[in-house]
């Protein structure tokens, strides 16, 4: 008997033992989810890297999109004034250079070549020579030089624009000289201001002091400015319509110079020596 009861003791402790391993089994797996937390600490560093690619690809599509619209409008095609002018009767020509030499006197200038209305052409070279050479006031003059650059070459019109200086018997300084010719190459007339600007546009931006840039060195805007409107010029309007040289009238003296280069409006606006005694504005809008 005592030996049957010892038995179904030991049985009955091993049975506790048992048991109690399984509930701290049952704890510990209840107390260390780790698959579960693993899981969950990669799900949400899944998700911030999800997130940072989104923002970054969102950031590189806007990216694109602005560079796609700067190109765009850089490489839209604007058609120039000068071949505008042409109004599809477009023009070719060659432009050479013929220098004339008297004394201290000499002056480059340029000859149209090649164009196949070879009256025109001639009519053309004629007024030209006449507009550069026969204007030299030789009167005391002791030195005289003129050179030219091509401003615009266009199937419409030819600009050109002339530079040099004049010194006189007397003077203490040699004068800076500026000429401009923009030449219709279908009617042979020089385009004048009046003709290819818009006159309010250029009034507004000489009076608000805004809209161009001074090309000479060393001339500051607000000093030219106050150059204008302490009487340089007492009414823009008038002052502009006399600028540019007339072929009909060569005897007249313009006011001033006008010029096209790349597509935008150069004027040359008389000055106080010390700014050059001519001063060269660009202005930035499209003919």
């Known amino acids: 008997m005592g030996k049957y009861l010892r038995i179904i003791s030991i049985s009955i402790l091993v049975m506790l033992a048992a048991a109690g391993c399984g509930r701290n089994a049952a704890q510990e797996e209840s107390e260390v989810p780790v698959i579960e937390d693993f899981d969950a600490l990669l799900y949400d560093q899944q998700t911030q890297v999800i997130v940072r690619d989104e923002t970054n690809a969102t950031e590189g599509e806007t990216t694109g999109e602005e560079t796609m619209a700067v190109t765009e409008e850089e490489t839209e095609m604007v058609e120039p004034y000068a071949d505008r002018a042409a109004d599809g009767n477009d023009i070719t020509y060659n432009i050479e250079t013929t220098v004339y030499e008297n004394g201290t006197v000499r002056v480059e200038y340029p000859c149209l070549a090649g164009m196949a209305d070879a009256v025109m052409q001639q009519e053309i070279n004629e007024q030209i020579r006449r507009a550069v050479v026969d204007t ?110 007339d072929f009909d009238n060569l005897d007249m003296v313009p006011a001033g110079f006008s010029a096209i280069r790349d597509n935008h409006l150069i004027l040359f606006i008389r000055a106080e020596h010390a700014m050059g005694d001519y001063v060269e504005l660009e202005f930035g809008k499209n003919l």
């Open 136 to 245: 030299i006031q030789d009167e005391n003059l002791s030195a005289y030089e003129l050179v030219y650059e091509t401003a615009t070459k266009g199937s419409g019109i030819v600009s050109f624009i002339f530079r040099g200086t004049a010194r006189y018997t007397g003077s203490a300084y040699p004068d800076r000289i500026v000429k401009t010719l923009n030449i219709d190459l279908d009617t042979g007339k020089n385009v004048r201001l009046k003709n290819i600007s818009d006159m309010a546009y250029v009034v507004t931006c000489l009076e608000q002091a805004d809209g161009y840039t001074i090309i000479n060195e060393g001339v500051d805007m607000a000093d030219f400015s106050a150059f204008l409107n302490n009487g340089a010029m007492t009414d823009y309007a008038i002052t502009l319509l006399d600028y540019d040289v």
